[in-house]
């Protein structure tokens, strides 16, 4: 199974800061997935990878398949920002059906 | 277009009583899934249904049955509930494996 950790666990920022957060997983996969996750509200996917950089926005999400990771990145933070960040890697490198999730990054970004 | 609804938002039962969470989406998607969220754990997998027809366990299906009732519905059993059971459970499809996932906006399930 792969093992995903993400760091750091809890951040909080200053509205205006540039965020990163990162994620590291023990397998070689074929895409990397980074999901949102509002506090009391449902997740919603931010990006799917599978080498380089994707940018959305004020979102930009990186990943080095040799290194097995992956930076979320977030520039000019904005306190609507503030959320649960996670990363979710396929579970055994094969087959991208099951997934295993990191257990989140808890970002607060203050005004 | 709704996505992926889930039913209901909030739910508690006694210890032994049953309960059937439903799950539907209009995005006409292949596969499904049933995850748990619990403080301080990553999202952990119940059950998924590859395809129409097809079902297989995740990492944590013991206590719980699942229909995949047509394309569009993906239902999740609790046939005697436990507190153990205590959870928020999300419903997620996607078109297909190289997707990414959508996800309902989760069922608040209480077991006293």
């Known amino acids: 199974k792969n093992e995903v950790e993400q760091s750091p666990q809890n951040l909080t920022a200053q509205e205006g800061e540039f965020i990163t957060i990162n994620c590291s997983y023990s397998?070689?996969?074929?895409?990397l997935h980074w999901l949102q996750q509002h506090p009391g509200g449902g997740i919603v996917s931010l990006f799917m990878?599978?080498?380089g950089k994707k940018k959305h926005g004020r979102l930009i999400a990186t990943i080095n398949i040799q290194e097995k990771h992956s930076s979320l990145h977030i520039t000019a933070s904005h306190p609507r920002d503030s959320a649960v960040y996670i990363c979710?890697?396929?579970?055994?490198?094969?087959?991208?059906?099951?997934?295993?999730f990191g257990k989140g990054t808890l970002l607060t970004v203050n005004p | 277009n709704a996505g992926v609804t889930q039913t209901p938002k909030f739910q508690v039962l006694k210890t032994g009583q049953s309960m059937t969470l439903q799950c539907a989406q209009d995005?006409?998607?292949?596969?499904m899934y049933w995850y748990r969220q619990d403080p301080g754990m990553g999202l952990r997998l119940i059950y998924y249904?590859?395809?129409?027809?097809?079902?297989d366990k995740g990492e944590v299906p013991n206590g719980y049955n699942v229909s995949r009732l047509n394309k569009r519905e993906f239902s999740l059993r609790l046939e005697s509930a436990a507190p153990s059971q205590t959870s928020v459970y999300f419903c997620?499809?996607?078109?297909?494996?190289?997707?990414?996932?959508?996800f309902g906006d989760g069922t608040r399930l209480s077991i006293l």
């Open positions: 397998v070689g996969i074929s895409a």
């Open positions: 979710a890697v396929p579970n055994s490198g094969g087959s991208n059906y099951k997934l295993t």
């Open positions: 249904s590859a395809s129409e027809g097809t079902t």
């Open positions: 997620a499809s996607r078109v297909s494996a190289n997707q990414p996932q959508h």
């Open positions: 990878l599978s080498s």
């Open positions: 995005m006409n998607h292949n596969s």
